[in-house]
């Protein structure tokens, strides 16, 4: 049994360093998400682009796929000194292995998408994501396209 699947998507950047979401607290008998001044910009910058990639359609009611890649700032310590300033250092790492956690990346991404993108994250059904440092034509930010997947 195959099933045709029409798709329409969006495609944004947001520049600036990306910033995770907070962890959940207990504080007494209540749960609180703690929040920086930081993560709320964040997340107004990733709605805006948001709401411009929509044009002013309402959020996908369907299943969505939603591939983002986050673009950290590299730090001063992989580049070379003097004239190789400019240069990284033969050991300086690919991709970055330090926080923020990728998956606190998603989280703030994704709550920040929710009901301009889509209804709820819960029908994000398929994800690819990715943490990499920012270089050459990529600046720190990031990259999100998301597919609403319909059947024809």
Do not use: C
Not at 85 to 96: F, G, H, T, V, W
Not at 103 to 117: C, E, N, W, Y
Not at 133 to 140: E, I, M, R, S, V
């Amino acid at each position: 049994m195959s099933a045709i699947i029409e798709a329409q998507g969006i495609q944004f950047t947001v520049y600036g360093a990306p910033v995770p979401q907070g962890s959940k607290r207990a504080l007494g008998k209540n749960i609180v998400e703690m929040q920086s001044v930081r993560l709320r910009t964040w997340r107004q910058d990733i709605a805006g682009q948001a709401r411009e990639a929509m044009e002013g359609a309402s959020p996908y009611l369907e299943p969505v796929d939603v591939r983002m890649m986050f673009f950290l700032s590299r730090p001063q310590a992989h580049f070379g000194t003097g004239r190789n300033s400019e240069r990284l250092k033969p050991s300086a790492p690919i991709a970055p292995k330090v926080k923020p956690d990728l998956d606190k990346l998603v989280r703030a991404a994704l709550d920040a998408m929710t009901g301009i993108v889509f209804k709820d994250d819960s029908q994000v059904v398929s994800m690819t994501v990715s943490k990499l440092y920012a270089q050459d034509q990529f600046h720190p930010g990031l990259m999100v396209g998301v597919m609403e997947l319909a059947p024809h």
